[in-house]
């Protein structure tokens, strides 16, 4: 098993995210780290577009996929940055069969969260994601607009009779497929998924400055 690390040069909602520095490291390291202890995984691989990703990366011991601009817009699709990196390795020679994504937004991850993803990978589910419980069921939601043009959701009265199922919301601790499912689809739902269900303590997914204060926070604790 090999596993990747898919960071960008820009983000747009949290400038210079992916060097932003926990614990004296930056963001992306955190998932280096815990892909170092994993046993399955035999080797890794970030993918970037970001000079100073690549030198710190060589510097960390892990190997670089240099992504092409095409695949690091801010409207790009991720799964199609994975395609580019099975066939990246392929052209070196590097025959592998199973893969894993580990985000670097969800530092909050334990070693225990990766094994569950890898465990769960079978014939019967061709890739593996991760979610967490979710406290408000869709059917609860309606979306208003106020006068001055913004959108917000609020609750909506729904019968008691109806019983609320679960609803979980994806998060990114990781994903685990194969090389055959990411060669074979165009999408990251076009298979068979399965689900690895994480405490939302850990969950969290760091997109704005209020993400990254509160990870930082409790990774200092």
Not at 3 to 27: D, E, H, Q, W, Y
Not at 30 to 56: C, F, G, N, P, Q
Not at 89 to 108: G, M, Q, V
Not at 165 to 183: H, S
Request: aromatic share 10%; with cysteine.
């Amino acid at each position: 098993m090999i596993a990747f690390i898919f960071v960008r040069k820009n983000s747009t909602r949290l400038k210079n995210k992916n060097l932003r520095l926990i614990n004296g490291k930056p963001l992306f390291y955190h998932s280096i780290k815990i892909a170092k202890k994993i046993k399955e995984i035999k080797d890794i691989y970030v993918s970037t577009d970001s000079e100073r990703i690549i030198k710190l990366s060589k510097k960390y011991g892990v190997g670089v996929i240099k992504r092409p601009r095409n695949l690091t817009k801010t409207d790009s699709i991720e799964y199609l940055s994975w395609k580019h990196a099975v066939y990246e390795l392929e052209k070196r020679n590097i025959k592998f069969k199973k893969f894993i994504s580990i985000p670097s937004t969800a530092p909050l991850r334990n070693e225990k969260d990766i094994y569950k993803c890898i465990k769960k990978l079978k014939d019967n589910n061709q890739i593996v994601v991760t979610a967490y419980e979710s406290p408000t069921d869709p059917r609860e939601i309606k979306i208003s607009k106020s006068k001055e043009g913004i959108y917000f959701m609020e609750k909506k009265e729904i019968k008691k009779t109806i019983k609320l199922n679960k609803v979980y919301n994806l998060t990114t601790i990781a994903y685990v497929t194969t090389t055959d499912y990411i060669k074979k689809n165009n999408k990251l739902f076009d298979g068979k998924v399965s689900v690895v269900k994480i405490p939302k303590i850990r969950a969290i997914d760091i997109n704005d400055e209020n993400d990254f204060k509160i990870a930082k926070s409790l990774m200092k604790k």
